[in-house]
């Protein structure tokens, strides 16, 4: 059997616990789920992942984090994994970056903080399907 990750990322340790319970809720045993407080840690996380044999399937990622930014992030992700789906969290992310983001990119669903109960998990299965 295959194993097979989510990765989420955000700076703000209750919002990474409640992203991590909502996905594992969902999903349940299919994956092995990892979180980091920031795109660096995730960096490192990853390669752990790569010398464990772990395939990464899905990544959820804030925006606005220390360091390097969630969409930069996203868009280093997808040169290294164009299949892996990817979602960016924002609650700070005015509209014209976010328009501009969906414009230069479409690498990767945008979903705004506070989400709905279903939002992520609907973003997540509309990229599975692409």
Known sequence: ???????????EPIILNSLVEQLEKHFGIDYIYEAAESAEEA????DDLEDEEIDIEIIVCDWLMPGMKGDE????????????VKILLTGQADEALVYNLKQEADKFAIVHKPWEKDEIIHAIKQRMIK
């Open 1 to 11: 059997m295959d194993r097979k990750a989510i990765i989420c990322i955000d700076d």
């Open 43 to 46: 960096l490192d996380l990853i």
């Open 73 to 84: 992030f996203l868009l280093r992700m997808d040169l290294k994994y164009p299949r892996v």
